[in-house]
């Protein structure tokens, strides 16, 4: 039977200003996940780590995904999926994104290529809705895609992948939960004028610095001022860590998705190891535990590591 074997990134929706719209993916941390074809109909999900994640495959966002692609395969019966996750669930870095991004990437290799990467979008979505009660693509299209996408609209899809600068990213998961769906339901259904204006600029101005590689630009235009004023009182210290990280030497950063982490973007690899320090001290000071990730991004998203016939 063939198994194919793939590693699926992290991810860091919204970069800050891009609510549901921007996202790009790491090279650190990665889960892994195999795929096989099954005889059993439906998907048969197989845990391979400690996080207890549901096995029924509508309730699981690898499962969920597969089941769409599922509906578009009269000639499969179901497929078996080992899933063994890095990203832990909760932290912010797209951990839903990657199981789901994942699984149908695999699934789509064990096809010989079936689907487009849209339609691979399109299935990695419906495991979104189970994470977070909603479609959005922000995660997943930076980690099916790779580098750094604009998600112009979901309904119907219309993603834009876009050239970047290098850039050095740094993480820290301070170890609390902030579910994804509380943190959408907390935030406001309105936007000022005032506010939107300047949101659209940062937005514009945020994709204008990645095409023109402008590094000051960038670092501009990462100001959010409709979702970050709501968030951040979720997550303990994230004023005094996005403070210090750029007294530290970083372009900038903020939530990363719906937090609880915090991302922040350098020019190079010593920035990005001070602002790890920066990120630290402060989680010291607080007393709160924490893990860091210092990385860059991932320029191709979820990578084929092994296909064969076991
Ligand atoms: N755009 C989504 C949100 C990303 O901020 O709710 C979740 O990771």
Not at 3 to 30: Q, R, Y
Not at 141 to 146: L, Q, R, V
Request: glycine residues 8%.
């Amino acid at each position: 039977m063939k198994k194919v074997t793939v590693h699926s990134p992290a991810t860091v929706a919204n970069v800050v200003c891009g609510f549901d719209i921007l996202g790009f993916a790491l090279n650190s941390p990665m889960d892994e996940l195999s795929i096989a074809f099954s005889d059993e109909p439906g998907v048969t999900i197989i845990n391979e780590d400690d996080y207890s994640l549901p096995t029924k495959a509508e309730d699981n966002v690898s499962g969920a995904a597969l089941l769409a692609m599922l509906e578009e395969l009269p000639d499969v019966k179901g497929f078996t999926l080992y899933s063994k996750k890095n990203i832990k669930p909760g932290s912010g870095i797209g951990s839903s994104a990657a199981s789901a991004a994942g699984a149908v990437v695999a699934a789509n290799h064990l096809l010989e290529n079936r689907f487009t990467n849209a339609d691979l979008v399109r299935f990695a979505m419906f495991g979104e809705k189970v994470a977070s009660g909603v479609k959005h693509a922000d995660n997943i299209a930076p980690a099916i895609y790779g580098g750094v996408t604009l998600i112009r609209s979901i309904f119907p899809l219309d993603i834009i992948s876009l050239d970047a600068p290098e850039l050095h990213v740094t993480v820290v998961h301070p170890q609390i939960e902030v579910r994804t769906s509380d943190a959408r339901q907390i935030l406001k259904q309105k936007v000022s004028l005032k506010d939107a204006i300047k949101q659209w600029g940062n937005i514009a101005g945020l994709v204008a610095g990645f095409l023109q590689h402008d590094y000051d630009l960038i670092g501009r235009s990462l100001e959010d001022v409709i979702i970050e004023p709501v968030r951040s009182i979720l997550i303990p210290g994230f004023d005094e860590v996005k403070s210090n990280c750029k007294d530290a030497g970083a372009l900038g950063g903020g939530i990363s998705g719906s937090g609880p982490s915090i991302f922040m973007l350098s020019k190079d690899a010593a920035a990005a190891l001070a602002v790890e320090t920066a990120m630290k001290e402060v989680y010291n000071k607080i007393g709160l535990a924490y893990h860091t990730h210092v990385t860059t991004i991932n320029k191709q998203g979820v990578k084929i590591v092994a296909s064969d016939n076991s």
